[in-house]
């Protein structure tokens, strides 16, 4: 079974700042991929960031980029020049490389942006 | 771009009836899945769909679910005798086949509120 942990229910950050959302995980797979996505208030659940396992490199788009140790199992969202649009739920999550596996969530991290 | 559509958006039931969602997932994909999140609650997978057949339930989807793909098209999950604590988001999502990037692409929800 795979779990994954998000310990920060909340955090808030001002505009133009940065913030780190955290995600631990845990898989008896080698072979996997991590996720974030963004939940806004209109609640349709949007990808943010895609990780390999077998990658190194961390992944980055655009303001978004990851820290991805696999060793340990840390997977954390950072976020640079945070701007009010980004205020939303964000859920850490993992699959199996399977065809049909299933996602496994975090409970989120809620973000407030700040003025 | 292509989406999932789920219908309806908010649906409001009385205990004990029968209750329909509906998902059409993006055409050429071929894994579906529904989720749960109770509100203020982490996402849950109830199920996973490939081949016309279940790949993998969780302990919620009980005897009271089940999910039929009638057409070709619709992906719909039923809920036969509903409870109060049914009450909750549904998400729908599809993967398209083989291993891919492993993104699941999810549709807006239903709420479902049970009276």
């Known amino acids: 079974a795979q779990t994954v942990t998000q310990s920060q229910p909340e955090m808030s950050v001002q505009e133009a700042e940065t913030v780190t959302l955290s995600c631990t995980y845990d898989t008896s797979e080698s072979d996997y991929y991590l996720f974030w996505y963004k939940q806004p208030p209109s609640r349709q659940m949007i990808l943010v960031i895609r990780q390999e396992a077998y990658k190194q490199q961390n992944a980055t788009e655009n303001r978004f980029s990851v820290n991805f140790q696999k060793a340990a199992k840390s997977f954390s969202l950072k976020i640079s020049d945070s701007q009010l649009g980004d205020a939303a739920m964000y859920f850490c999550?993992?699959?199996?490389?399977?065809?049909?596996?299933?996602?496994?969530f975090g409970t989120g991290t809620r973000l407030q942006v700040t003025l | 771009e292509p989406e999932v559509t789920q219908t309806p958006s908010h649906q409001v039931t009385q205990m004990g009836q029968e209750v329909i969602l509906r998902c059409v997932p993006i055409s050429n994909h071929l894994y579906f899945y529904w989720y749960r999140q109770i509100l203020g609650q982490k996402v849950e997978f109830l199920v996973s769909f490939y081949n016309n057949e279940i790949s993998e339930k969780s302990e919620i989807f009980d005897d009271q679910f089940s999910v039929e793909r009638p057409d070709g098209s619709n992906f719909t999950l039923k809920i036969r005798s509903t409870k109060l604590e049914d009450s909750a988001m549904y998400f729908c999502?599809?993967?398209?086949?083989?291993?891919?990037?492993?993104?699941?692409?999810f549709g807006e929800g239903s709420r479902l509120t049970v009276l």
């Open positions: 999502a599809s993967k398209s086949s083989g291993r891919g990037t492993g993104e699941l692409f």
């Open positions: 999550a993992i699959i199996n490389t399977g065809t049909a596996s299933k996602l496994t």
